[in-house]
């Protein structure tokens, strides 16, 4: 398949409402949803607490276009050529995930019971049975935005690597087949689920990777295993500065920030670089947790609704004593762009690196059916940094000092990544 047709099928599905079938029994449904609040998620929430109903607005049987759903619905169970492959409930199911994405939000989703579990593990627990990487929607693609050290997507070679190629996947590499599936311009949840699986298991994953200006094919044949993601690194310079990586945002990390923050200070650092680049966010919790350790008590994020209420966000604590300087580039998404706008609109840190993603939605998760533990993800509000600046409307957060990223830097490395050592400069300056 070359590039035309990939980029049109990507059109193709982000553009098409889906065609809704669905019973009557949806009349009724919103009277015996549970519901449970949630925060914040580019990719995740906080631990639900489901209450006794949902928000009602409307009525399914107001449709204009009711009843030909219903004769749809009945259509297909009398007349389809394979009825044993047929249940009320499994097209009840299809037309919910069909009404979630004739949103075309690439953000909200439907999701089953075993992809409810996967989703909640992986963003509640901080551990799944996959391969390590974190992912992000880009322009209609899946794309790689972090690889973390040891999992089997960093040490598995492509199927024509030679022995001085790289090794591993890389952030940047766009996901457009997996198992022979063509999933360009499907949701990252979707292609999550497809990538994830037994313990144990291979799963084949197609990437194309830009390369002097041209996109290769580059083949994966990776054995899945179980990966617990590590959110939090950190490392000091040998002149007393201190380097804290946040991948990002889950149960884990405000432990893990406190775990190495108090390391670095046993080691004498003399200030920070908080890198949040690749991060591609996590939960509003847990990002004001971190955010705790770093800022003095103010605002840090506005969260405004539907109907422009805003609710305002705050941190309580001390926060850091040390001069500070954030690194950030194009995958900087979320959570991880309110922690960044809060410590410069807050403490005027400098940011360091690329413009960051622009992702300034927020997504609630609903379950819709118990039992049967289905839910849906949905975008409900949008944030903006303690002095309005709206991440989204904006395209993201520019940098107080750009910096581009080479083709052959080292990310991470002391030595060899550009944007890490200009901001290493800029902190000893303070």
Request: hydrophobic share 35%.
């Given at each position: 398949m070359n590039q035309n047709d990939r980029n049109l099928i990507a059109v193709n599905r982000l553009t098409a409402v889906v065609f809704i079938v669905l019973l009557s029994v949806l009349v009724s449904f919103g009277t015996f949803m549970a519901v449970a609040h949630f925060d914040l998620g580019i990719d995740g929430e906080e631990r639900p607490t489901l209450d006794p109903g949902a928000p009602q607005e409307g009525n399914v049987t107001e449709a204009s276009n009711f009843e030909a759903l219903n004769t749809a619905y009945q259509t297909i169970l009398a007349s389809y050529v394979d009825p044993d492959s047929l249940t009320s409930e499994k097209l009840v199911e299809g037309a919910i995930e069909g009404m979630v994405e004739s949103i075309e939000d690439p953000y909200?989703?439907?999701?089953?019971?075993?992809?409810?579990?996967e989703f909640q593990e992986e963003t509640m627990e901080g551990e799944y049975s996959g391969i390590g990487v974190s992912v992000l929607d880009v322009e209609g693609y899946v794309t790689?935005?972090?690889?973390?050290?040891?999992?089997?997507?960093?040490?598995?070679?492509?199927?024509?690597a030679e022995e001085d190629d790289p090794?591993?996947?890389k952030p940047g590499d766009r996901i457009v087949e997996v198992d022979g599936v063509d999933v360009v311009g499907m949701s990252t949840e979707h292609v999550s689920e497809l990538i994830r699986g037994p313990v144990g298991e291979s799963v084949s994953?197609?990437?194309?990777?830009?390369?002097?200006?041209?996109?290769?094919?580059?083949?994966?044949?990776?054995?899945?295993?179980?990966?617990?993601i590590p959110?939090?690194?950190?490392?000091?310079?040998?002149?007393?500065?201190?380097?804290?990586?946040?991948?990002?945002f889950s149960g884990h990390t405000p432990e893990q920030v406190a775990e190495n923050l108090e390391e670095l200070e046993t080691k004498g650092?003399?200030?920070?670089?908080?890198?949040?680049?690749?991060?591609?966010?996590g939960t509003l919790s847990d990002c004001i947790a971190t955010a705790e350790f770093f800022l003095p008590p103010g605002d840090l994020i506005r969260i405004v609704d539907r109907e422009g209420e805003v609710e305002i966000h705050q941190t309580r604590y001390e926060g850091y004593d040390k001069p500070m300087v954030v690194l950030i580039n194009e995958y900087t998404a979320s959570a991880a762009e309110i922690l960044a706008g809060a410590l410069r609109d807050q403490l005027e840190v400098l940011l360091i690196g690329q413009q960051t993603f622009g992702k300034g939605s927020v997504q609630r998760l609903?379950?819709?059916?118990?039992?049967?533990?289905?839910?849906?993800?949905?975008?409900?509000?949008?944030f903006l940094t303690p002095s309005?600046?709206?991440?989204?409307?904006?395209?993201?957060?520019?940098?107080?000092?750009?910096?581009?990223?080479?083709?052959?830097?080292?990310?991470?490395?002391?030595?060899?990544?550009?944007?890490?050592?200009?901001?290493?400069?800029?902190?000893?300056?303070?």
């Open positions: 909200s989703m439907y999701f089953d019971a075993s992809a409810l579990k790689v935005i972090t690889v973390f050290e040891g999992v089997p997507a960093a040490t598995t070679p492509y199927e024509t090794i591993g996947l994953v197609t990437v194309e990777r830009e390369v002097e200006g041209t996109y290769e094919d580059l083949v994966f044949d990776i054995q899945r295993e179980r990966v617990e959110t939090v690194t950190s490392k000091v310079t040998d002149d007393a500065v201190g380097v804290l990586t946040i991948t990002n650092v003399e200030g920070l670089v908080i890198d949040v680049r690749n991060n591609p966010g609903y379950y819709l059916d118990e039992d049967r533990g289905t839910g849906m993800k949905l975008t409900t509000q949008r309005g600046y709206n991440i989204e409307q904006e395209s993201g957060l520019e940098p107080d000092h750009e910096v581009e990223w080479p083709t052959d830097g080292v990310f991470g490395d002391l030595e060899d990544d550009p944007q890490l050592q200009r901001a290493i400069e800029i902190l000893r300056g303070q």
